[in-house]
Protein backbone atom coordinates (compact mmCIF):
# COMPACT_ATOMS: atom_id res chain seq x y z
CA UNK A 1 0.00 0.00 0.00
CA UNK A 2 1.25 3.53 -0.84
CA UNK A 3 2.17 5.74 2.09
CA UNK A 4 -0.01 8.64 2.62
CA UNK A 5 1.00 11.84 1.96
CA UNK A 6 0.99 14.79 4.39
CA UNK A 7 0.42 17.84 2.79
CA UNK A 8 -0.49 21.47 4.76
CA UNK A 9 -2.30 23.57 2.24
CA UNK A 10 -2.84 27.57 2.69
CA UNK A 11 -6.18 27.95 1.78
CA UNK A 12 -5.81 30.91 -0.46
CA UNK A 13 -3.35 28.68 -2.67
CA UNK A 14 -6.32 26.99 -3.86
CA UNK A 15 -8.10 29.21 -6.60
CA UNK A 16 -12.02 28.61 -8.01
CA UNK A 17 -10.87 27.11 -11.27
CA UNK A 18 -12.00 29.30 -13.91
CA UNK A 19 -14.58 31.73 -12.11
CA UNK A 20 -15.01 35.54 -12.90
CA UNK A 21 -14.52 37.10 -9.79
CA UNK A 22 -11.10 37.77 -9.93
CA UNK A 23 -7.66 36.75 -8.18
CA UNK A 24 -8.07 34.68 -4.86
CA UNK A 25 -8.40 37.56 -2.09
CA UNK A 26 -5.28 38.34 0.08
CA UNK A 27 -3.32 35.90 2.54
CA UNK A 28 -5.35 35.55 6.04
CA UNK A 29 -8.67 35.98 4.92
CA UNK A 30 -10.21 32.58 4.66
CA UNK A 31 -12.93 32.83 7.49
CA UNK A 32 -12.24 30.01 10.24
CA UNK A 33 -14.68 27.50 11.64
CA UNK A 34 -16.06 29.59 14.23
CA UNK A 35 -15.70 32.77 11.98
CA UNK A 36 -18.25 30.88 9.52
CA UNK A 37 -20.61 29.34 12.26
CA UNK A 38 -21.04 33.14 13.27
CA UNK A 39 -22.90 33.50 10.13
CA UNK A 40 -26.47 33.15 10.15
CA UNK A 41 -27.35 31.19 7.16
CA UNK A 42 -31.34 31.40 7.62
CA UNK A 43 -31.17 34.75 7.10
CA UNK A 44 -29.92 37.26 3.91
CA UNK A 45 -26.68 38.07 5.92
CA UNK A 46 -24.87 35.40 2.96
CA UNK A 47 -27.00 36.92 0.02
CA UNK A 48 -26.12 40.58 1.07
CA UNK A 49 -22.37 40.06 1.07
CA UNK A 50 -21.83 41.30 -2.63
CA UNK A 51 -23.81 43.67 -4.89
CA UNK A 52 -22.55 42.13 -7.97
CA UNK A 53 -21.41 38.27 -9.17
CA UNK A 54 -17.71 39.30 -8.78
CA UNK A 55 -17.68 40.61 -5.17
CA UNK A 56 -19.90 37.28 -4.00
CA UNK A 57 -16.94 35.04 -5.93
CA UNK A 58 -14.63 36.95 -3.36
CA UNK A 59 -16.29 36.46 -0.41
CA UNK A 60 -17.17 32.73 -1.39
CA UNK A 61 -13.85 32.27 -1.52
CA UNK A 62 -13.07 33.23 1.66
CA UNK A 63 -16.65 31.56 2.86
CA UNK A 64 -16.65 28.17 1.51
CA UNK A 65 -14.23 25.17 0.58
CA UNK A 66 -11.35 23.92 3.63
CA UNK A 67 -10.68 25.70 6.24
CA UNK A 68 -7.32 27.39 6.41
CA UNK A 69 -3.78 26.08 7.62
CA UNK A 70 -4.76 22.57 8.38
CA UNK A 71 -2.92 19.34 7.78
CA UNK A 72 -4.54 17.10 5.07
CA UNK A 73 -3.84 13.43 5.24
CA UNK A 74 -3.76 12.43 1.76
CA UNK A 75 -5.65 9.02 1.20
CA UNK A 76 -5.32 6.68 -1.56
CA UNK A 77 -8.60 5.66 -2.45
CA UNK A 78 -12.42 6.38 -1.76
CA UNK A 79 -13.85 5.47 1.54
CA UNK A 80 -16.93 3.49 2.53
CA UNK A 81 -18.79 4.35 5.93
CA UNK A 82 -17.88 1.70 8.67
CA UNK A 83 -20.47 3.31 11.81
CA UNK A 84 -23.00 5.43 12.44
CA UNK A 85 -21.52 8.54 13.64
CA UNK A 86 -18.28 8.41 12.22
CA UNK A 87 -16.23 12.14 11.57
CA UNK A 88 -14.51 12.01 8.08
CA UNK A 89 -12.10 14.75 8.37
CA UNK A 90 -9.10 16.60 7.35
CA UNK A 91 -8.30 14.32 4.41
CA UNK A 92 -7.64 14.60 0.23
CA UNK A 93 -9.66 11.96 -0.58
CA UNK A 94 -8.49 10.35 -4.38
CA UNK A 95 -11.70 9.06 -4.71
CA UNK A 96 -15.21 9.10 -3.76
CA UNK A 97 -17.11 8.78 0.01
CA UNK A 98 -20.06 5.75 -0.08
CA UNK A 99 -22.22 6.85 2.83
CA UNK A 100 -24.18 3.93 3.87
CA UNK A 101 -24.51 4.58 7.83
CA UNK A 102 -26.83 7.28 9.68
CA UNK A 103 -25.00 10.33 11.59
CA UNK A 104 -21.97 10.34 9.49
CA UNK A 105 -19.91 13.68 9.34
CA UNK A 106 -17.60 14.59 5.99
CA UNK A 107 -15.42 18.08 7.48
CA UNK A 108 -12.91 19.54 6.14
CA UNK A 109 -11.81 17.41 3.07
CA UNK A 110 -11.14 17.75 -0.03
CA UNK A 111 -12.76 14.98 -2.35
CA UNK A 112 -11.54 14.57 -5.55
CA UNK A 113 -13.00 11.75 -7.22
CA UNK A 114 -12.04 8.52 -8.73
CA UNK A 115 -9.22 8.01 -11.80
CA UNK A 116 -12.62 6.42 -13.92
CA UNK A 117 -15.54 8.25 -14.93
CA UNK A 118 -18.03 6.75 -12.61
CA UNK A 119 -20.48 7.27 -9.79
CA UNK A 120 -20.78 10.92 -7.17
CA UNK A 121 -17.90 12.49 -5.33
CA UNK A 122 -20.23 12.05 -2.11
CA UNK A 123 -22.92 9.34 -2.36
CA UNK A 124 -25.81 8.10 0.33
CA UNK A 125 -27.54 5.39 0.19
CA UNK A 126 -31.20 5.95 0.45
CA UNK A 127 -31.72 4.04 3.96
CA UNK A 128 -29.29 6.33 5.78
CA UNK A 129 -29.94 9.81 7.23
CA UNK A 130 -29.16 13.00 8.85
CA UNK A 131 -25.45 13.04 6.60
CA UNK A 132 -23.36 16.39 7.01
CA UNK A 133 -20.73 17.49 4.81
CA UNK A 134 -19.07 20.51 6.01
CA UNK A 135 -16.58 23.07 4.73
CA UNK A 136 -15.35 20.85 1.83
CA UNK A 137 -13.51 21.19 -2.00
CA UNK A 138 -15.41 18.92 -3.70
CA UNK A 139 -14.15 18.14 -7.30
CA UNK A 140 -12.45 19.65 -9.84
CA UNK A 141 -12.66 15.65 -11.20
CA UNK A 142 -9.11 13.58 -11.52
CA UNK A 143 -10.42 12.61 -14.75
CA UNK A 144 -11.06 15.78 -16.85
CA UNK A 145 -13.38 13.68 -19.32
CA UNK A 146 -15.80 12.58 -16.44
CA UNK A 147 -19.67 12.65 -17.70
CA UNK A 148 -20.85 10.80 -14.47
CA UNK A 149 -19.35 12.64 -11.45
CA UNK A 150 -21.89 14.88 -9.75
CA UNK A 151 -20.51 16.47 -6.43
CA UNK A 152 -23.11 14.81 -4.28
CA UNK A 153 -25.70 12.56 -4.99
CA UNK A 154 -28.43 11.62 -2.71
CA UNK A 155 -30.95 12.36 0.77
CA UNK A 156 -31.26 12.78 3.81
CA UNK A 157 -28.28 15.39 4.10
CA UNK A 158 -27.27 18.76 4.67
CA UNK A 159 -24.37 20.54 2.75
CA UNK A 160 -23.05 23.42 4.46
CA UNK A 161 -20.46 25.90 2.95
CA UNK A 162 -18.92 23.38 0.48
CA UNK A 163 -17.37 24.47 -2.39
CA UNK A 164 -18.23 22.48 -5.50
CA UNK A 165 -16.49 22.49 -8.89
CA UNK A 166 -16.22 20.54 -12.17
CA UNK A 167 -18.64 17.62 -11.45
CA UNK A 168 -21.62 17.21 -13.99
CA UNK A 169 -24.38 18.39 -11.80
CA UNK A 170 -22.99 20.09 -7.97
CA UNK A 171 -26.05 18.07 -6.45
CA UNK A 172 -28.26 15.04 -7.13
CA UNK A 173 -31.15 15.00 -4.99
CA UNK A 174 -34.38 12.37 -4.63
CA UNK A 175 -36.45 11.12 -2.42
CA UNK A 176 -35.80 7.80 0.27
CA UNK A 177 -37.89 4.93 0.11
CA UNK A 178 -40.61 6.68 1.84
CA UNK A 179 -40.79 9.59 -0.26
CA UNK A 180 -38.89 11.81 1.72
CA UNK A 181 -36.13 14.36 0.74
CA UNK A 182 -35.04 16.21 3.69
CA UNK A 183 -32.31 18.03 2.05
CA UNK A 184 -30.71 21.07 3.43
CA UNK A 185 -28.09 23.21 1.00
CA UNK A 186 -26.82 26.03 2.53
CA UNK A 187 -24.21 28.57 2.28
CA UNK A 188 -22.44 26.64 -0.46
CA UNK A 189 -20.84 27.57 -4.09
CA UNK A 190 -21.19 25.43 -6.77
CA UNK A 191 -19.71 26.51 -10.54
CA UNK A 192 -17.42 25.51 -13.45
CA UNK A 193 -19.41 22.40 -14.10
CA UNK A 194 -17.92 19.77 -16.75
CA UNK A 195 -19.73 18.78 -19.80
CA UNK A 196 -18.77 15.71 -22.23
CA UNK A 197 -20.60 14.71 -25.88
CA UNK A 198 -21.95 12.55 -26.36
CA UNK A 199 -22.60 10.72 -22.68
CA UNK A 200 -24.26 7.65 -21.89
CA UNK A 201 -27.53 9.17 -21.61
CA UNK A 202 -27.80 11.86 -23.88
CA UNK A 203 -26.94 11.92 -27.43
CA UNK A 204 -26.13 15.98 -27.15
CA UNK A 205 -23.89 15.87 -24.17
CA UNK A 206 -24.59 16.07 -20.39
CA UNK A 207 -26.91 18.48 -19.15
CA UNK A 208 -25.38 20.07 -16.07
CA UNK A 209 -27.02 21.49 -13.44
CA UNK A 210 -26.22 23.03 -10.40
CA UNK A 211 -28.63 21.38 -8.23
CA UNK A 212 -31.22 18.92 -9.97
CA UNK A 213 -34.30 17.84 -7.56
CA UNK A 214 -35.66 14.71 -8.58
CA UNK A 215 -38.70 14.02 -6.74
CA UNK A 216 -39.68 13.94 -2.73
CA UNK A 217 -40.66 16.48 -0.08
CA UNK A 218 -38.62 19.02 1.71
CA UNK A 219 -35.27 20.95 -0.05
CA UNK A 220 -34.28 23.82 1.71
CA UNK A 221 -31.43 25.76 -0.70
CA UNK A 222 -30.61 29.20 1.20
CA UNK A 223 -27.67 31.44 1.23
CA UNK A 224 -25.90 29.82 -1.94
CA UNK A 225 -23.81 30.80 -4.91
CA UNK A 226 -25.57 28.72 -7.98
CA UNK A 227 -23.20 29.68 -11.22
CA UNK A 228 -24.87 28.22 -14.42
CA UNK A 229 -21.30 28.35 -16.34
CA UNK A 230 -19.01 25.24 -18.40
CA UNK A 231 -15.31 24.81 -17.27
CA UNK A 232 -13.88 25.09 -20.59
CA UNK A 233 -10.69 22.90 -19.35
CA UNK A 234 -12.36 19.84 -18.32
CA UNK A 235 -15.06 17.58 -20.32
CA UNK A 236 -14.43 17.56 -24.50
CA UNK A 237 -15.98 20.89 -25.84
CA UNK A 238 -14.11 23.03 -24.63
CA UNK A 239 -16.89 24.68 -22.26
CA UNK A 240 -18.88 24.76 -25.07
CA UNK A 241 -23.02 24.44 -25.09
CA UNK A 242 -24.55 24.89 -28.22
CA UNK A 243 -28.46 25.82 -29.14
CA UNK A 244 -30.28 24.38 -32.04
CA UNK A 245 -33.20 26.29 -33.65
CA UNK A 246 -35.86 24.25 -31.34
CA UNK A 247 -34.33 25.63 -28.14
CA UNK A 248 -32.68 22.03 -27.21
CA UNK A 249 -28.92 21.57 -26.64
CA UNK A 250 -27.09 19.87 -29.76
CA UNK A 251 -23.82 18.48 -29.82
CA UNK A 252 -20.89 20.80 -30.56
CA UNK A 253 -22.96 22.31 -34.00
CA UNK A 254 -22.90 25.90 -34.22
CA UNK A 255 -26.31 27.10 -35.12
CA UNK A 256 -28.74 30.16 -35.38
CA UNK A 257 -28.05 31.51 -32.09
CA UNK A 258 -24.51 30.40 -32.18
CA UNK A 259 -22.24 28.88 -29.03
CA UNK A 260 -22.75 29.95 -25.18
CA UNK A 261 -20.70 28.78 -22.17
CA UNK A 262 -23.76 28.36 -19.93
CA UNK A 263 -25.14 24.67 -18.24
CA UNK A 264 -28.91 23.56 -18.65
CA UNK A 265 -30.17 25.52 -15.45
CA UNK A 266 -28.50 26.44 -12.23
CA UNK A 267 -31.75 24.16 -10.31
CA UNK A 268 -33.80 21.59 -12.93
CA UNK A 269 -37.19 20.31 -11.34
CA UNK A 270 -37.33 16.61 -12.89
CA UNK A 271 -39.73 14.82 -11.20
CA UNK A 272 -37.78 11.27 -12.09
CA UNK A 273 -38.89 9.29 -8.77
CA UNK A 274 -42.64 8.53 -8.39
CA UNK A 275 -42.57 10.71 -5.29
CA UNK A 276 -44.39 14.62 -5.65
CA UNK A 277 -41.57 17.46 -5.53
CA UNK A 278 -42.90 19.39 -2.38
CA UNK A 279 -42.44 21.81 0.54
CA UNK A 280 -38.93 23.17 -0.86
CA UNK A 281 -37.88 26.86 -0.05
CA UNK A 282 -35.28 28.60 -2.41
CA UNK A 283 -34.48 31.80 -0.61
CA UNK A 284 -31.62 34.36 -0.15
CA UNK A 285 -29.11 33.02 -3.36
CA UNK A 286 -27.43 34.20 -6.12
CA UNK A 287 -27.67 32.88 -9.63
CA UNK A 288 -25.66 33.09 -12.12
CA UNK A 289 -25.95 31.41 -15.58
CA UNK A 290 -28.14 28.26 -16.85
CA UNK A 291 -29.63 28.30 -20.37
CA UNK A 292 -33.22 28.35 -17.92
CA UNK A 293 -31.82 29.69 -14.52
CA UNK A 294 -34.73 28.55 -13.16
CA UNK A 295 -36.55 25.08 -14.97
CA UNK A 296 -39.12 23.27 -13.91
CA UNK A 297 -41.40 22.99 -17.36
CA UNK A 298 -43.86 20.53 -17.87
CA UNK A 299 -44.30 19.29 -14.36
CA UNK A 300 -47.75 19.30 -12.29
CA UNK A 301 -48.04 19.67 -8.31
CA UNK A 302 -50.11 16.53 -7.29
CA UNK A 303 -53.80 17.60 -5.63
CA UNK A 304 -53.79 19.21 -2.01
CA UNK A 305 -49.78 19.70 -2.30
CA UNK A 306 -47.54 22.64 -2.85
CA UNK A 307 -44.15 22.92 -4.80
CA UNK A 308 -42.87 25.35 -2.14
CA UNK A 309 -41.78 28.86 -2.16
CA UNK A 310 -38.86 30.44 -4.68
CA UNK A 311 -38.30 33.93 -2.89
CA UNK A 312 -36.25 36.76 -2.79
CA UNK A 313 -33.01 35.23 -4.57
CA UNK A 314 -30.94 38.20 -7.09
CA UNK A 315 -29.95 36.78 -10.50
CA UNK A 316 -27.05 38.67 -12.72
CA UNK A 317 -27.75 39.97 -15.72
CA UNK A 318 -26.38 37.73 -18.16
CA UNK A 319 -29.60 35.84 -17.32
CA UNK A 320 -31.85 38.01 -18.61
CA UNK A 321 -33.10 37.68 -22.09
CA UNK A 322 -33.40 41.23 -22.80
CA UNK A 323 -29.92 42.11 -20.80
CA UNK A 324 -26.57 42.79 -22.27
CA UNK A 325 -25.31 39.31 -23.28
CA UNK A 326 -22.52 38.22 -25.32
CA UNK A 327 -21.26 34.95 -27.21
CA UNK A 328 -19.43 33.73 -23.55
CA UNK A 329 -22.35 33.70 -21.51
CA UNK A 330 -25.39 34.90 -23.34
CA UNK A 331 -29.28 33.73 -23.47
CA UNK A 332 -29.64 32.99 -27.13
CA UNK A 333 -33.26 31.48 -26.91
CA UNK A 334 -35.77 33.74 -28.31
CA UNK A 335 -38.18 35.73 -25.79
CA UNK A 336 -41.76 35.12 -26.84
CA UNK A 337 -42.79 32.14 -29.45
CA UNK A 338 -41.51 28.61 -29.92
CA UNK A 339 -38.80 27.80 -27.57
CA UNK A 340 -39.38 30.96 -25.80
CA UNK A 341 -37.17 31.13 -21.79
CA UNK A 342 -37.53 33.36 -19.03
CA UNK A 343 -34.49 33.18 -16.18
CA UNK A 344 -37.56 31.37 -13.76
CA UNK A 345 -39.03 28.84 -16.01
CA UNK A 346 -41.80 26.93 -13.82
CA UNK A 347 -44.95 25.02 -14.98
CA UNK A 348 -48.16 26.43 -14.28
CA UNK A 349 -49.23 22.96 -12.87
CA UNK A 350 -46.99 23.93 -9.91
CA UNK A 351 -48.21 25.29 -7.29
CA UNK A 352 -45.56 27.90 -5.57
CA UNK A 353 -45.17 31.39 -4.02
CA UNK A 354 -42.21 33.05 -6.27
CA UNK A 355 -42.03 36.36 -5.31
CA UNK A 356 -38.98 39.23 -4.97
CA UNK A 357 -36.27 37.92 -7.30
CA UNK A 358 -34.24 40.28 -8.51
CA UNK A 359 -32.13 41.27 -10.60
CA UNK A 360 -28.91 43.01 -9.80
CA UNK A 361 -30.03 46.24 -10.21
CA UNK A 362 -33.23 45.46 -8.43
CA UNK A 363 -35.78 45.48 -11.32
CA UNK A 364 -37.70 42.20 -11.46
CA UNK A 365 -36.60 38.61 -12.83
CA UNK A 366 -38.80 37.33 -15.56
CA UNK A 367 -41.21 34.59 -14.85
CA UNK A 368 -42.30 32.23 -17.56
CA UNK A 369 -45.37 30.03 -16.10
Same mark, same amino acid.
Given at each position: ?56 ? $? ?81 ? %??? %? ?53 ? $? ?87 ? $? ?44 ? %? ?35
Amino acid at each position: MTAPEFRMFVRDDITSGGGTGGTPPPSGTVLTKAQRDAIDLSTNTVKNQGSTVAQMQ $DFMRTFTGLLPGITLTQQASGISTTSSGQIIENLEILGGISVGHANVIIRNCWIRGSSTNAGAFISNTNSTRNLLVEDCLIGP %PRD %PLSFSMDGIRTCGFTARRCHLQGSTDGLGVFSDSTGNLTVMIEGCWVENMTKVCP $DNGHTDGTHNDGIQWQGGSGLTVRGCLIQGRINPTTGNTGGIQTINNNGAPACLTRTTWGTCKQTNACIQLNNNVADAMQNGLITNNWF $DGGMNTINGSGLTSPAGTTWGSFTNNIFTKRNSPTGTNTGNIGQYL %PTTGSGSIKPINISAGLTATITGNVYEDGTAVEIGR
